[in-house]
């Protein structure tokens, strides 16, 4: 009997922003068989006094205020993607690399086993509640392709030459926070995300568009975070991946080869001030592993079109523009998303 040769696949984590409305009960829909791992992330929110994650996804109503706070969308994210990252068929699918975006990158470390489970709650459940007290700045997004989903040189240049304007502005501070495939995304105080939001063309009456409830990620507003982060959190959480790790700079950490002292500093340092390369994650990711497929974990899957503009940006897989990307997706989808039920099933 001839054995099917395993696909190989990276795996995406998703951050901030993907528990919504749609996703209330992802937990009880889709994973009522992780109870223990529920429980056990369940039990250190209670001894922080916090919202149960089990309740969060249990409402009847989703709540904008509640369920996209900090200090309770990381965990219930978190919980949502390792319960999927659980779920891939082991026996269809070689996991050949794990990648994510902002957040993303906390339950990448988990996942990927640079992390056990009582670091990977410290962590996501103490960068998630640093602003419990006041949210730090706010993120705008605004793309930078055009309606084909191919890259507009002069829009990107013009982001970038507008933060540079605003920056010069008394009392003004906006940074790029995340390099998002055909967006990027600005980080910055009140003044200075109004000041380049009055300067930035609208776009299909949409854009640039403020994202609820986000802190200024990824810039240096966030240098105190950094600072307080590396003084409740502990290196000797950090290990040595199981399955290779592509960070937010393009950079591999390999389970032979990793200084954990230095993954800590990436990720409670750099990581915390300075740009999230997202885009040149996915790229590096595409480019190193040649996977046969990008496995989008949940919950949402708002994450797939960002991930798209990066392989059409690089014509991987001779992807030329947006079209060519359905396409794709319609005879041999290259993009599984877990979030989205027929894309899941052929993943789980």
């Not at 829909?29 to 529920?38: E, G, S």
């Not at 390792?82 to 988990?110: C, F, K, P, R």
């Not at 990824?218 to 991946?241: G, V």
């Not at 996915?282 to 480019?287: D, F, G, S, W």
Request: proline share 4%; hydrophobic share 40%.
């Amino acid at each position: 009997m001839t054995r099917t040769r395993k696909q190989r696949a990276v795996v995406i984590c998703p951050g901030r922003g993907t528990y919504n409305k749609e996703e209330l009960g992802y937990l009880s829909r889709l994973h009522a068989d992780k109870k223990d791992f529920i429980a056990y992330i369940d039990n250190y929110r209670q001894a922080q006094n916090q919202p149960l994650i089990s309740e969060l996804d249990a409402m009847k109503k989703y709540s904008m205020r509640t369920h996209t706070a900090g200090e309770n969308a990381s965990a219930l994210i978190y919980a949502c993607a390792h319960s999927d990252y659980q779920a891939i068929n082991s026996e269809q699918y070689d996991i050949v690399a794990v990648t994510g975006n902002s957040m993303g990158w906390y339950i990448a470390l988990a996942v990927a086993g640079a992390l056990h489970d009582d670091g990977a709650i410290a962590l996501i459940n103490t960068m998630g509640s640093m602003m419990t007290n006041g949210v730090i700045g706010g993120q705008l997004i605004y793309p930078i392709v055009d309606q084909y989903w191919q890259k507009d040189r002069a829009r990107e240049k013009l982001v970038l030459d507008l933060v540079e304007q605003v920056n010069r502005q008394a009392d003004c501070q906006v940074y790029v926070s995340i390099y998002l495939g055909g967006y990027i995304v600005l980080g910055g105080d009140n003044k200075g995300l109004q000041a380049i939001q009055e300067k930035l063309p609208v776009i299909d009456d949409r854009y640039p568009m403020n994202l609820f409830n986000h802190a200024a990620f990824h810039t240096p507003l966030l240098n105190d975070i950094s600072t307080k982060a590396k003084q409740l959190l502990a290196s000797n959480l950090f290990h040595a991946p199981t399955v290779p790790l592509v960070d937010g700079l393009g950079n591999i950490w390999q389970p032979y080869a990793t200084d954990c002292q230095a993954l800590y500093d990436y990720t409670l340092g750099t990581q915390v001030t300075e740009p999230y390369h997202f885009s040149k994650a996915i790229e590096v990711a595409i480019k190193e592993y040649a996977p046969d497929k990008l496995i989008i974990l949940g919950p949402g899957a708002t994450l797939g079109g960002a991930v798209a503009q990066c392989l059409i940006e690089h014509q991987w897989l001779g992807l030329t523009c947006k079209a060519d990307f359905i396409n794709k997706q319609k005879q041999a989808p290259f993009i599984l998303s877990m979030g989205i039920d027929e894309q899941r099933q052929l993943v789980v």
